[in-house]
């Protein structure tokens, strides 16, 4: 069990973000995806025959598991959530356009250099300080904060360039 713990607790962060991503940053969902993974890593660890890194291993497990969770909960979510904005008065067009704005911001972000984007997501989805995103990427809170505001003028710059937001 200690070697299990130390794989989780050397890994689980990078799972999490990767599963993060795969679920359009909804983190509960993130969340209950990844301890699952580790929970299907676990059971099947004699399995594991070192073809790959772990860190892969563990990824693509993740990945199925939420291919997975998809199937199971993938159209109760979005009557729920269609169904819910109906409730509070918003038209189908106005969740449409929220939509389409979070998944541009997000494309958006996707493609910036790893240091910015993972700035970026510490900050904006995780509220962290610069202090700690700094300590958790290995760089100097100031570093952080230039990361920061350059992502965001490149994000406000390609948002409005191609796709005509101003933000």
């Known amino acids: 069990m200690s070697e299990f713990e130390d794989l989780y607790n050397l890994y689980y962060k990078d ?23 580790f929970y299907q890593a676990f059971t099947s660890l004699t399995r594991f025959r070192g073809e790959c890194s772990v860190k892969s291993w563990l990824c693509q497990i993740a990945k199925n598991t939420y291919y997975k969770y998809l199937r199971t909960h993938a159209k109760e979510t979005y009557l729920d959530e269609d169904f819910q904005r109906q409730q509070e008065g918003e ?28 700035v970026v997501e510490y900050r904006l989805f995780d509220e962290k300080p610069y202090k700690e995103i700094g300590e958790l990427i290995g760089i100097r809170e100031a570093t952080a904060k230039v990361l920061f505001s350059r992502a965001k003028v490149k994000i406000r710059q390609r948002l409005k360039e191609e796709y005509g937001y101003e933000i």
Not at 19 to 34: F, G, N, P, R, S
Not at 92 to 116: C, F, G, N, P, Y
């Open 15 to 37: 799972v999490f973000y990767y599963v993060l991503k795969l679920t359009d940053y909804q983190e509960y969902i993130a969340e209950e995806v990844t301890q699952e993974s």
């Open 91 to 118: 038209d189908i067009s106005t969740q449409l356009e929220k939509r389409q704005m979070i998944s541009h911001i997000r494309k958006v972000i996707a493609d910036l250099d790893e240091r910015s984007q993972k």
